[in-house]
């Protein structure tokens, strides 16, 4: 059974940085994908970074520049640094790692930045 697990969560205020975390485990596969979601609150859930088993990145526009996400194959774990935040960025963030071509999600973190 696929287990994905986000830490690093928090409070910040506007421009601060915080580094999110995430681990899948439960398989010997590598993963497909393993990607960022976040939903604030009366909005739908969107992608926020996307990383595959080759590299290849994609990020939200509303990110690009501040927010890079990376990966450590070896252990199927993605972190997500985020750095000049803005109030706009407030919401629960969702690891989700794909396997075989399905989909495991974490149980969210949330991210607050006050203003």
């Known amino acids: 059974q696929v287990q994905v697990v986000e830490s690093g969560g928090g409070l910040v205020q506007t421009g601060g940085s915080l580094r999110l975390s995430c681990a899948a485990s439960?398989?010997?596969?590598?993963?497909?994908?393993m990607g960022w979601y976040r939903q604030a609150p009366g909005k739908q859930r969107e992608l926020v970074a996307l990383?595959?088993?080759?590299?290849?990145?994609n990020y939200a526009d509303s990110v690009k520049g501040r927010f890079t996400i990376s990966r450590e194959n070896a252990e199927n774990k993605v972190s997500l640094q985020m750095n000049s935040l803005k109030p706009d960025d407030t919401a629960v963030y969702y690891c989700?790692?794909?396997?075989?071509?399905?989909?495991?999600w974490g149980q969210g973190t949330q991210v607050t930045v006050s203003s």
């Open positions: 990383i595959t088993n080759t590299g290849s990145t």
């Open positions: 989700k790692a794909v396997f075989a071509y399905s989909d495991y």
């Open positions: 439960g398989t010997v596969f590598m993963f497909n994908a």
